[in-house]
């Protein structure tokens, strides 16, 4: 018993009500086989989320819902379980977790009964006031079955008094904030949202004559799906069979889609704003390389991540470009595990050097970003002892010196190296021979957003500056789940 006590004030003391989430979703209405083309695209998604994967399928009289822990393609792969998924919709949910609750029932998609009907829910970010929200809505009596910060969508959906299904949903968001993309399956449609300001991505595609919604262009590409347009900061689409509304409940706002989407979390092949990430990211390799020639010998990349920048920057300046690193791809990325042990532990799973290229030679290393330096250290010091001569890391990004809230696992302050050393410092940390940055100048000339522009900034781009498009309420004050709720969630697990 006194064990069982230990082991619950620990779980305590370690848990994180920051419900913090960069997943990919996926929805698709009015077609044959709608839960397999949705295993199909999350399967293209699977880099957003690995630790869990669901479908929740409608077949015009009930729901469906298979969920797991894993990945898609060892968990969606069997005709028996797609078979099970009934009906001519479905939406589907890969999910990352950074340090909240790790349990099949925070895995989406989430579905509920309300006395509009059935509903369910898929969401990519994070709100920033889903906390307090909760304690209100725990205050009035609502029981909350998981720690996501979804249920608090589903049960403002439910509770809303509009009659509706569509207007209790605009009841809902109306109430959240934070950055999100959500894709909702009703009685009656498939049901796209994305947040005012467009942080978190939402695309939509056409197959034949159905309407299909994704985090990325890559899940459209997977099951031969026409890419029609992004789903617009603030725009709520519905899907009937083979007609789409479109609905903009907000008052206006310009779009200010997260960079990080552009530097690391969407997949090269991707389309954003109309140009393909990987041209995107050899853009910020190019800068980089204007600003921060050195001489060297080789360019090697940090794969996947640095890939791009790294081409773009050998190109650039007609430097050799070298694979000095081998990546094992039966390994998950690196950052995407749960905790600082396992998470630098994955490094050394996934990279070897490539001796036969960099033995004596000054090498100039690039990453995407360079946030807790886990990767970085790691990396350096494999380089060395494969016998580099000289290693000169460069990032292809600013540096990274304010948290994220809106679902990017950018951690506390406390965390980020940028916030608490300066260059020189985290240079001899990671025990590099130089490192340098790309400027925020430079960021915004490879994206293709002019900062001389007056609507600057174009993108949500605190993780540099500190300039949040929506307050963290939940950061600022009310930030306590519920003794209660903290209790159950915890002993639950
Ligand atoms: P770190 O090792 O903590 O400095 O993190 C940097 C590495 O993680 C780089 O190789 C990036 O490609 C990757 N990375 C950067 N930001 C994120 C993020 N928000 N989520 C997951 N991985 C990331």
Redesign the pocket.
Known sequence: MKKHIKILKKKLKNYNPKLKE?CGIFGVGNAKDASALTALGLHALQHRGQEGCGIVSFNGKQYFSEKRFGLVGDNFNKEKILKKLQGDYAIGHNRYSTTGENSLRNIQPFFADTNAGGIGIAHNGNLTNSISLRNKLVKEGAIFYTTSDTETIVQLIARSKRLKTIDKIVDAIFQIQGGYALVMLTQTSLIGVRDPFGIRPLVIGKIKNSYVLASETCALDIIGAKFLREVENGEIVIIKEDTLKSIKPFHPKKARPCV?EYI??SRPDSILNNKSVYEYRKNLGIELAKENDINADIVVP?PD??NAAALGFAQHLNKKFELGLIRNHYVG????EPSQKI?SLG?KLKLNANQSTIKEKKIILI???????????KIVKMLYDAGAKEVHVRIACPEIKYP?FYG???PTKKEL?SANKNKDEICKYIGAKSLEFLSLNGMYRAIGFDKRNQSYPQLTDHYFTGDYPVKPIDELGDNKVTQLSLLSSVSNN
């Not at 990453?367 to 250290?377: E, I, K, P």
């Open positions: 960069e990080f690391y979390f940090v991540s640095g990325r690196t950052f995407i998470r490094v990453d995407d970003s360079l946030v807790r330096g886990t990767t970085s250290f994220d990017v696992d950018t190296l």
